[in-house]
Structures are given as structure tokens and as C-alpha cells.
């Protein structure tokens, strides 16, 4: 395969399309290759890339059936939870962290037990 044509940022042809404009009509590129790149000038470290995928090649999203939907609320439901104090934190636990926050910085002014010295 050659290089890849390149456009210029908000000046690719009709006919191309990023992954999230795909999704947003409903498509996903469906195991085709890049087919072109947009290019927008940075100024430190370089360009920014996106790469683009023909939409005529695209095929439709899969439909969500009741066995991948519980498998992400699972999935999604694991990232809550801390893995030190085993409790649902209400949020995404930050990779970063690797545990809820009230794990990852303990109040310096409590106890063991939780009461206050």
C-alpha cells in the first residue's frame, strides 16, 4: 500500500469520514484500512492527526442486544469499584489512583477506627 493521501484540517473530500462521524451515522469502519489522514498544524509537537475511513465502505453499527448490554453494565460497574475498601465509589475510579479517593488520601486527623485523636 502507498502513503496515504493527506488533507488539510476541515478539507477532505465528501466520501471520508472520522470514526466518531461514522458512529454518528450509525456506521463503524468495519475492518477497512485508513484511507486518508487530516493534518492540522500544531505548534510544539507537531501535527495533529486524524485518520479518515470511506463511508461507502462502512457498514452499520451492530445492534445492542441484552447480553453485550449487561456485559458493559458490568464491565462499567467494576470500575466503581475499589478494590482496598470493596465499596461502590459513585464514580469511575481513577486509573491514576487505583482506588476511590477517601482510600487514596486518608484524612491525616482521623483514627484507625475513624474517630477523631
Not at 469520514?17 to 505548534?43: F, H, N
Request: glycine share 8%.
Amino acid at each position: 500500500m502507498g502513503a496515504l493521501p493527506v488533507f488539510r484540517w476541515r478539507l477532505a473530500p465528501d466520501g471520508y469520514a472520522t470514526r466518531r462521524q461514522l458512529r454518528a451515522l450509525g456506521l463503524r469502519p468495519g475492518g477497512q484500512d485508513v484511507a486518508a489522514q487530516l493534518e492540522r498544524p500544531r505548534r510544539r509537537r507537531g501535527p495533529l492527526v486524524a485518520y479518515l475511513y470511506r463511508v461507502d465502505l462502512a457498514v452499520p453499527v451492530r445492534p445492542m442486544t441484552p447480553a453485550r448490554r449487561a456485559a458493559l453494565e458490568r464491565a462499567n460497574r467494576a470500575r466503581r469499584l475499589c478494590p482496598v475498601c470493596r465499596r461502590d465509589a459513585g464514580y469511575v475510579i481513577p486509573t491514576s489512583l487505583g482506588t476511590c479517593v477517601p482510600c487514596a488520601y486518608p484524612d491525616p486527623h482521623e483514627g484507625p477506627e475513624g474517630s477523631t485523636q
